[in-house]
């Protein structure tokens, strides 16, 4: 019932929970990291507000490459009896792990404005704190969020269907 609720049953069920994560990741994870690197400042932090457009869609288009991979890999760890708690986080677990290690260069280079070697030569050094930081946003706010909009969704969809579908008596 979880999956049936709380996950998008559309395409456009899909946009719409694939907007709330990212939306809410990138606002969070982008300026943590940059604080991170440069120092927990309001002048780091306005910086890093000013790129997060370039991050939000650098994210929106990693989905999309990174989303059936992810799903590949999550099938490899659970299997369909699994319950759907274990589901969920092992494909967080996936879908963060691949887009980290895209992030951790691409994220470096949108964020300094330019590209440099500099990102590939420090990946081993910042991906484990990229990926702790993103894996926990994830796990703890943003897809727990997007779920709660998708099953509220749901339930006003399903209870729609339910009394447009039921005839009305004449004694009631």
């Known amino acids: 019932m979880d999956f049936f609720m709380k996950l998008p049953r559309s395409k456009k069920e899909f946009a719409l929970f694939m907007a709330v994560i990212s939306i809410i990741s990138v606002n969070i994870i982008a300026p943590l990291i940059t604080c991170f690197e440069a120092g927990f400042h309001m002048y780091v932090?306005?910086?890093?507000?000013?790129?997060?457009?370039f991050i939000w869609l650098s994210v929106i288009a990693l989905v999309i490459l990174?989303?059936?991979?992810?799903?590949?890999?999550?099938?490899?760890?659970?299997?369909?009896?699994?319950?759907?708690?274990?589901?969920?986080?092992?494909?967080?677990?996936?879908?963060?792990?691949?887009?980290?290690?895209?992030?951790?260069?691409?994220?470096?280079?949108?964020g300094s404005r330019h590209i440099s070697i500099e990102p590939i030569k420090m990946f081993f050094y910042k991906w484990p704190r990229n990926f702790a930081i993103s894996?926990?946003?994830?796990?703890?706010?943003?897809?727990?969020?997007?779920?709660?909009v998708m099953l509220e969704m749901h339930k006003v969809m399903d209870k729609s269907h339910q009394t447009a579908a039921s005839p009305v008596s004449e004694n009631e």
Not at 45 to 53: D, F, R, T, Y
């Open 66 to 110: 990174t989303y059936k991979p992810a799903e590949w890999m999550t099938s490899k760890i659970v299997k369909e009896g699994d319950s759907f708690n274990s589901h969920i986080v092992v494909n967080i677990l996936c879908t963060v792990f691949l887009m980290s290690i895209f992030l951790t260069v691409i994220g470096t280079w949108i």
């Open 45 to 53: 932090w306005g910086s890093a507000l000013k790129v997060i457009p």
């Open 135 to 148: 894996f926990a946003v994830e796990l703890l706010i943003a897809q727990p969020i997007a779920r709660k």
